[in-house]
């Protein structure tokens, strides 16, 4: 990488150092996990995006399937609410397997009118069976202890595997949607994958067998030892007395320190196959059928195919972030998966940072995240300054220090602004090899 490329890295390390010093560096090391998280996020999107020109703004669901991979996988089953209802949950789930084989076997054998009109009875008489079946089983599975449970957990593996179980089920959830929706145009494929990705979060609120809906799931397994576990170990305490620091503060860096060095194992290793797809024939391919499909179909290439298996390897790299995330919050709650912090600003991070470019999308997502984070206070203590010619009791004063959470939203449209004026390519853009 060349000198354009390495600053930018430099100076957000530079800044992480700053806040670990002039705040604390338990909050470096959380805005340093979940810099490395939306990374992962923003390869994914650069891999549609920036090798494929494919326009996807389902990021919100693909990262939630990512998190209900971690329920799914991780958390301990409910043997009283699979008794209650997990036959019937069974049996439903086969009823739509046979029905999706059924209309597969009549498009492949009728064609015209009598292929719609069969699918359509074979879609309806699946839907009547498959909700007689599943309607009381899921009364019977929301009414085992709900305040606690209520829904059938998962298979209790460990929380690891489920990162993979993400990338898999946010996969699979792409194939569906590309085989149907990849053949719009741009602007309506765009509007397909959001809908789709509210569609899935519409379901994961209000289907509490599956993940609890609202009243979320807590208390996940982690990768980490707990806090408080680790500050009763000899060497914990030992380190403790070395260090000038408070075993509260100390127990919470490491803990965290052992996430970042996690992300950094993953991030590493999609950046690397991502650069390796990017060089690669393949790789140079893509970039062809982005810049002109109808020169790239008329040499031979099924485009429609190509931008199918790009666009399910880059939903699978943001399922596996959605994982990632999940099990750093320790919880799952599908309530606060909006298209703003989990669309908008993913694609910021890849505009700014430099569509293309895997090192560009990386970057972009950190300073966009470090930005998103320390906007408000930021915002806060300078608005605080400021304002204090106007006195302690000016009503003003008061209401522009209230307001200073929504700075960050004006400082992303500055940044967003100024970075399109300026580097209109990215902090390092797309680069050509010959």
């Known amino acids: 990488m060349n000198l354009r490329a390495v600053l930018p890295f430099a100076i957000f390390f530079l800044l992480i150092l700053a806040t670990g010093a002039m705040q604390s560096w338990s909050l470096a090391l959380s805005i340093l ?12 999107i650069n891999l549609q995006w920036g090798y494929a020109g494919l326009v996807n703004f389902g990021v919100m669901g693909f990262t939630a399937l990512g998190g209900l991979a971690v329920v799914l996988t991780a958390s301990q089953p409910v043997p009283e609410a699979w008794q209650a209802g997990g036959p019937g949950v ?9 029905a999706v084989v059924a209309a597969l076997a009549l498009g492949r054998t009728f064609t015209g009118i009598m292929r719609v009109a069969l699918v359509t009875l074979t879609a309806i008489a699946a839907y009547v069976l498959a909700t007689t079946v599943l309607s009381p089983a899921v009364e019977a599975i929301e009414a085992v202890n709900p305040s606690a449970t209520g829904f059938l957990g998962g298979a209790g593996l460990p929380v690891l595997l489920s990162w993979v179980v993400g990338g898999i ?6 194939f569906v949607i590309g085989k149907i929706a ?57 380190l403790a007395e070395a260090l000038p620091i408070g075993s ?3 127990s919470t860096v490491l803990v965290r320190a052992g996430y ?7 991030l590493a290793i999609i950046l690397w196959l991502a650069q390796r797809a990017l060089w690669s024939p393949w790789g140079r391919m893509m970039r062809a059928v982005r810049d002109n499909e109808t020169a790239a179909g008329a040499m031979g290439k099924d485009v429609k195919r190509l931008h199918l298996i ?17 099990t750093l919050d320790g919880q799952f709650t599908p309530g606060t998966y909006q298209p703003l912090r989990f669309t908008f600003l993913i694609w910021v991070m890849v505009i700014i940072g430099g569509s293309g470019n895997n090192w560009g999308a990386t970057v972009g997502a950190f300073f966009v995240w470090f930005t998103w984070v320390q906007a408000e206070p930021v915002g806060t203590f300078l608005i605080d300054k400021a304002t204090l010619w106007l006195g302690a009791d000016s009503p003003v004063r008061d209401h522009l220090i209230s307001n ?12 967003l602004l100024l970075v399109l004026r300026f580097a209109p390519r990215g902090l390092i853009p797309e680069t050509q090899r010959v």
């Open 90 to 98: 069974l049996l439903a789930l086969l009823v739509v397997v046979a």
């Open 260 to 266: 970042t060095g996690l992300f950094v194992v993953v």
């Open 248 to 250: 509260v503060e100390l």
């Open 310 to 326: 790009v666009f399910v390897l880059g939903s699978a790299v943001i399922g596996i972030a959605g994982a990632m995330m999940t």
């Open 404 to 415: 200073a959470p929504q700075m960050r939203y004006v400082v992303m449209g500055v940044v």
């Open 33 to 44: 996990n979940m810099c490395l998280i939306s990374a992962v996020m923003a390869l994914g």
């Open 169 to 174: 089920f946010a996969a699979g959830a792409a």
């Open 182 to 238: 990849l053949g719009l145009r741009a602007d309506y494929l765009a509007i397909a994958t959001l809908g789709v990705s509210e569609i899935v979060v519409a379901i994961l609120v209000n289907e509490d067998w599956l993940a609890r809906g609202v009243k979320n799931v807590v208390g996940l397994p982690r990768p980490m030892p707990y806090e408080v576990e680790m500050r009763q170990e000899a060497w914990f305490a030992s």
